[in-house]
């Protein structure tokens, strides 16, 4: 390897020539590129014919350029890679500035839909989860892991739209048990995506999830912890699934009951947890008190944070996960349909209500 | 380790907990609310909160509270929290004799 590099030295030397693992790197960038493969492997294919006598092997598959008949003069050689080599930099510069004039491109557009939003906001009003880019938000004030859980939860909103409108069709056509099973599965599955999805965000930024932020107007009216609230969520289920057996509604009411329990219970020591945090907060606010000591504890206060909202999450989930248990197969299709589409009317009630005509004062 | 089995076992319900801990309070609250007299012991006020900390780890507790139901490590607010909507929580309590009714 030493050897190669002395080689490449002298070359850049002459100025002809870019490292070689840089023009590799945008090769990756670029695979669609037709032009890429020649520069990278014609770059790595030269490299191996010059250095063959020092062992280097190249861990690059070559393409087979070994068919063509070699010049057996090595000077013939040297001029042909420095050629090469030309080619494959001009080739890395050209694609280089693609992709920076792509970068420039995204950027504007970004600044353009930030100050949309901004507007947007001023307003009071609400950017639909439809167009999911302008989803990005301030992108200069958020972490790159809420970053990514916007767009993800963008995601995660259009497909559930999709398997909402799926399950529709699949209770209206009467398809077997079986097939309404798979649908179920699916949703479930969707719905822990999520918490898991919720689970990342929480360790970026616990606040984030809290504030509902990336919730629509009217679904933050009635956030819980970050979310919904599951014995709430019982109740408008309930209607829509009947009839129920007695067993069904022994074992529902029972649910509701422990969830209520268990949500109140959580959001007492949320209670608990506001009141240790405003109480470190306010302690000696006309002396000098301990500064450090009190941010210190009240740090600790607000990492806990984050063991609340992935417990309310878990709440949310075991509910899901028992109603399924307690119903029949088309119960629970019914139920996971009027559960979607309830979230998705409170999605578009949030779009009416920022749609609707000001009054002027 | 003894003397967490020992702590463990002197009463039908026992929490480790600390005072800064507003989980704790969520099980504490959630246990009360069932008329469980649990036995608490503060981590961060006991003299030998260290150690019982250390012990604890070992039995595999990352962080409080740490339920004891019947001298047997139940786990976390999450193990809690998970068995009462299982329904399965109450029948533990009554079976260690935490519950009179």
Avoid at chain 2, 41 to 57: C, F, K, T, V, Y
Wanted: charged share 20%.
């Amino acid at each position: 390897m030493s050897s190669l590099s002395t080689q490449l030295a002298s070359l850049r030397g002459m100025g002809l020539y870019e490292p070689f693992h840089q023009i590799s790197s945008w090769g990756d960038t670029f695979r669609g590129d037709g032009s890429l493969n020649i520069g990278s492997s014609t770059g790595a294919q030269a490299d191996t014919r010059l250095d063959n006598r020092n062992e280097y092997a190249s861990h690059e598959s070559m393409e087979p350029t070994r068919g063509e008949q070699e010049s057996s003069r090595p000077f013939d050689k040297i001029q042909r890679r420095l050629a090469q080599n030309r080619e494959a930099a001009r080739k890395s510069r050209m694609r280089k500035k693609a992709y920076v004039q792509q970068l420039e491109s995204s950027r504007v557009k970004l600044v353009q839909l930030e100050q949309e939003l901004q507007r947007a906001q001023q307003q009071g009003g609400y950017i639909s989860s439809v167009s999911d880019s302008s989803h990005l938000g301030l992108i200069g004030n958020m972490s790159s892991g809420i970053a990514t859980f916007e767009m993800a939860y963008g995601h995660w909103v259009e497909k559930q739209h999709k398997m909402i409108c799926e399950l529709r069709i699949a209770l209206q056509a009467q398809v077997t048990d079986v097939e309404l099973k798979i649908l179920i599965e699916n949703g479930l599955n969707h719905y822990n995506n999520l918490f898991r999805m919720k689970a990342d965000a929480a360790k970026a930024d616990v606040f984030y999830l809290i504030s509902g932020k990336w919730r629509t107007s009217v679904e933050r009216f009635f956030l819980w912890i970050g979310g919904f609230r599951p014995s709430e969520l019982l109740n408008i289920l309930v209607p829509q699934i009947e009839p129920l057996t007695d067993k069904q509604q022994v074992d529902i009411s029972n649910l509701r009951q422990s969830s209520r329990q268990a949500e109140d219970a959580l959001s007492q020591g949320i209670e608990k947890l506001q009141q240790t945090l405003a109480e470190s907060m306010a302690l000696d606010l006309m002396g000098a008190g301990n500064y450090r000591a009190q941010m210190d504890s009240a740090i600790e206060n607000l990492e806990a944070l984050e063991g609340f909202v992935n417990q309310a999450d878990n709440l949310r989930q075991k509910a899901l996960h028992h109603m399924s248990r307690i119903l029949t197969t088309r119960q629970a299709a019914r139920g996971l349909l009027a559960l979607g589409e309830y979230l998705h009317r409170l999605r578009a009630l949030s779009s009416l209500w920022a749609a609707r005509p000001h009054e002027p004062t | 380790m003894e003397r967490v089995k020992q702590l463990a076992s002197e009463r039908a319900v026992v929490i480790f907990s600390r005072t800064t801990c507003c989980m704790c309070h969520t099980i504490k609250t959630l246990l009360g609310g069932f008329g469980v007299n649990a036995a608490v012991h503060e981590l961060d006020e006991m003299p030998q909160g260290r150690e019982i900390e250390h012990a604890l780890a070992r039995l595999g507790c990352q962080s409080t509270p740490m339920v004891f139901i019947g001298g047997e490590l139940v786990g976390g607010a999450n193990e809690v929290m998970s068995l009462h909507l299982n329904r399965s929580l109450i029948p533990m309590l009554r079976r260690a004799g935490a519950l009179w009714v």
